[in-house]
């Protein structure tokens, strides 16, 4: 029988699918019936087995032991267990708020790529099971210092992963330059963008209206998002809205007509024509698994 997850550890997410609270899990996985997203950056690790998530129409494959790292916001769907016979299987999930993850310093290239789309496959070695038992046991003390040693490892570890070539199961839209590390005053404003925008996407958004809760000039402001998020602010929203669509698609049996709205799209034909040149195909069609 599945580990009954803690009532606390099943509202981390809940609550806020923009940018979300910090949470761990260890438990027995099931497969998911259904795409869902959230805010997080997901850290998983698997042992026991390989597991098979369906990304944006895509399969790929996760060994066993080997941690991902991915950003949530896509909607994701854990479709295939396969033991491997070492041992149960279990997956550790580490769930990093968004706001916090930007935060954090000298991972400017890994925070780029994952929020680009990409998948992060890291060392096995960087993170052993005993690590993320300990993790763990400080994430459910309750004790502020241990907790907050605990995101400095988390950090630690990330900052590790870069003193090596990054390994995607998923490349990223477009992957950072290396060596980037923007100022913590240049994250707060694109982590203020960034929250503005996912909790705003089903409302009408113009450039100005999110440059305005940074206190700076348009202009600036949106050169100040591409620098740091390798995208223009108008093609991210558009893929939030569409990432936003497909999840709301696969999930709900809602019309297309209110999907569209839901997603923020001002008309449907304008939701048909992003939708048609993202997936090459209609939602309908992506609804009943023909695209």
């Given at each position: 029988?599945?580990?009954?997850?803690?009532?606390?550890?099943?509202?981390?997410?809940?609550?806020?699918?923009?940018?979300?609270?910090?949470?761990?899990?260890?438990?027995?996985?099931?497969?998911?019936?259904?795409?869902?997203?959230?805010?997080?950056?997901?850290?998983?690790?698997?042992?026991?087995?390989?597991?098979?998530?369906?990304?944006?129409?895509?399969?790929?494959?996760?060994?066993?032991?080997?941690?991902?790292?991915?950003?949530?916001?896509?909607?994701?769907?854990?479709?295939?267990?396969?033991?491997?016979?070492?041992g149960?299987?279990?997956?550790?999930?580490?769930?990093?708020?968004?706001?916090?993850?930007?935060f954090?310093?000298?991972?400017?290239?890994?925070?780029?790529?994952?929020?680009?789309?990409?998948?992060?496959?890291?060392?096995?070695?960087?993170?052993?099971?005993?690590?993320?038992?300990?993790?763990?046991?400080?994430?459910?003390?309750?004790?502020?210092?241990?907790?907050?040693?605990?995101?400095?490892?988390?950090?630690?570890?990330?900052?590790?992963?870069?003193?090596?070539?990054?390994?995607?199961?998923?490349a990223?839209?477009?992957?950072?330059?290396?060596?980037?590390?923007?100022?913590?005053?240049?994250?707060?404003?694109?982590?203020?963008?960034?929250?503005?925008?996912?909790?705003?996407?089903?409302?009408?958004?113009?450039?100005?209206?999110?440059?305005?809760?940074?206190?700076?000039?348009?202009?600036?402001?949106?050169?100040?998002?591409?620098?740091?998020?390798?995208?223009?602010?108008?093609?991210?929203?558009?893929?939030?809205?569409l990432?936003?669509?497909?999840?709301?698609?696969?999930?709900?049996?809602?019309?297309?007509?209110?999907?569209?709205?839901?997603?923020?799209?001002?008309?449907?034909?304008?939701f048909?024509?992003?939708f048609?040149?993202?997936?090459?195909?209609?939602?309908?069609?992506?609804?009943?698994g023909?695209?």
């Amino acid at each position: 029988m599945p580990q009954p997850v803690p009532r606390a550890e099943r509202r981390f997410y809940a609550e806020d699918r923009a940018i979300g609270r910090f949470g761990m899990r260890i438990f027995e996985p099931q497969l998911m019936p259904r795409p869902h997203w959230h805010g997080h950056v997901e850290v998983n690790i698997l042992t026991g087995g390989s597991m098979t998530y369906l990304i944006e129409g895509g399969e790929l494959v996760v060994p066993p032991g080997r941690p991902v790292l991915f950003w949530a916001n896509l909607p994701h769907q854990l479709v295939t267990l396969t033991p491997d016979g070492s041992g149960p299987l279990r997956l550790s999930n580490i769930y990093i708020p968004l706001d916090r993850f930007l935060f954090m310093p000298h991972i400017a290239r890994l925070q780029g790529a994952l929020l680009a789309g990409g998948l992060v496959a890291l060392d096995p070695a960087l993170l052993t099971e005993s690590q993320v038992a300990a993790w763990y046991r400080d994430y459910r003390s309750g004790d502020p210092e241990r907790r907050e040693i605990l995101f400095m490892e988390i950090n630690a570890l990330l900052r590790r992963a870069l003193l090596d070539r990054l390994t995607y199961l998923r490349a990223p839209m477009a992957e950072p330059e290396a060596g980037r590390s923007p100022q913590s005053t240049r994250i707060r404003h694109v982590v203020a963008m960034l929250r503005f925008i996912m909790e705003n996407l089903s409302a009408p958004m113009t450039n100005a209206d999110v440059a305005g809760v940074t206190g700076l000039h348009e202009n600036y402001a949106l050169s100040l998002f591409t620098s740091v998020m390798n995208v223009p602010m108008r093609k991210f929203i558009i893929r939030m809205r569409l990432l936003r669509a497909q999840a709301l698609l696969l999930e709900s049996n809602a019309t297309v007509a209110t999907v569209a709205l839901q997603s923020g799209f001002p008309s449907i034909s304008q939701f048909y024509d992003h939708f048609g040149r993202a997936y090459g195909a209609t939602p309908q069609a992506l609804r009943e698994g023909r695209a």
